[in-house]
């Protein structure tokens, strides 16, 4: 949660701020043996997650009070809201007698109950995203997140975590944003130095753009690891550079991406690989009738589709 909110806020406007409704009654706290804790048609608790959960242990600084209602038309039982996964793993680190922290909250029917659940558990709650996750771990020093931040500064772009001060990583980047899940999967499978020719093509093709989309980084990264004479400063460099000027620059990154995609078979669980097959084709067809271009028997033989197919077909 930021200490500021990003966006237009109809609270603090120049017109008079909406009055927004008061809904029940102010939450009380209370102590009850985590045991006791019933649910009414739960969600269902996987052991496998809860054992990730314990990973490291039960740490009770994480431990948030588990919400409950108390239900009138029940003869004012009280049921669990949110927080059963809290409620297990308390119990298996300190068993059914532990005394743990709940928030009380009344409603008046079963109705009313369910339908507090569903807003509280889908749709009134926002999930840290990967990148809002990843400038915390890199504050606590996570190996992962630190390995993360170096081929950030090597490709020369960043992760937006938050419009706060040390939200942007690395701090004072000029580089396009780029999300985390898809740049770590560039760098795993193309190599950093193949995503940084990559990042410096997409600079020049859209112009500085201020984030880069991930499929289409990713594509253009494993070309860039399977074909050298993409990079080498040989004529097919220039022709390629020329080529994804035109072919790529004329449309958006998604637009193309979603294209390119399809063109390429939209092979499942191989968005990118797809992506890349398809470029490829593209230019190897291609022929420019422009100064620095080459032909396309010259072009095809040092850029033939055996390597990206292999990508596509594992």
Not at 197 to 215: I, S, Y
Request: with cysteine; proline share 4%.
């Amino acid at each position: 949660m930021s200490n500021s909110i990003v966006g237009n806020n109809a609270l603090s406007g120049t017109k008079p701020p909406k009055k927004i409704p008061v809904i029940g009654t102010p939450p009380t706290s209370a102590v009850r043996k985590v045991g006791t804790i019933k649910s009414k048609i739960n969600r269902d608790t996987k052991a496998k997650l809860l054992r990730k959960f314990l990973r490291d242990g039960f740490d009770w600084r994480m431990f948030v009070p588990i919400h409950m209602a108390i239900v009138e038309e029940l003869g004012n039982i009280e049921l669990l809201l949110d927080g059963d996964h809290r409620k297990h793993m308390a119990i298996m680190a300190l068993g059914d007698e532990q005394d743990v922290l709940v928030t009380l909250v009344k409603v008046k029917t079963v109705e009313e109950y369910h339908r507090l659940f569903w807003k509280m558990n889908m749709t009134n709650r926002t999930n840290v995203t990967a990148e809002e996750a990843f400038v915390h771990r890199y504050y606590s020093l996570d190996a992962g997140a630190l390995a993360t931040y170096k081929n950030l500064i090597t490709a020369g772009v960043c992760i937006y975590g938050s419009s706060e001060p040390g939200g942007i990583l690395p701090l004072n980047s000029p580089g396009p944003t780029v999300r985390r899940v898809g740049f770590d999967n560039a760098v795993k499978h193309a190599g950093v130095d193949a995503v940084k020719q990559a990042v410096d093509l997409m600079n020049k093709v859209w112009n500085n753009p201020t984030k880069l989309l991930p499929e289409l980084l990713w594509a253009l990264s494993l070309l860039y690891a399977d074909y050298p004479y993409l990079s080498n400063g040989s004529k097919v460099q220039t022709d390629w550079e020329l080529w994804a000027q035109g072919a790529l620059g004329s449309y958006t990154q998604d637009k193309k991406a979603k294209d390119l995609k399809v063109a390429g078979g939209n092979v499942h669980h191989r968005a990118a690989e797809s992506v890349a097959y398809a470029a490829l084709v593209d230019y190897r067809a291609s022929s420019l009738s422009v100064k620095g271009a080459c032909n396309q028997k010259y072009k095809q033989k040092r850029m033939p589709t055996r390597a990206i197919q292999t990508r596509l077909n594992r």
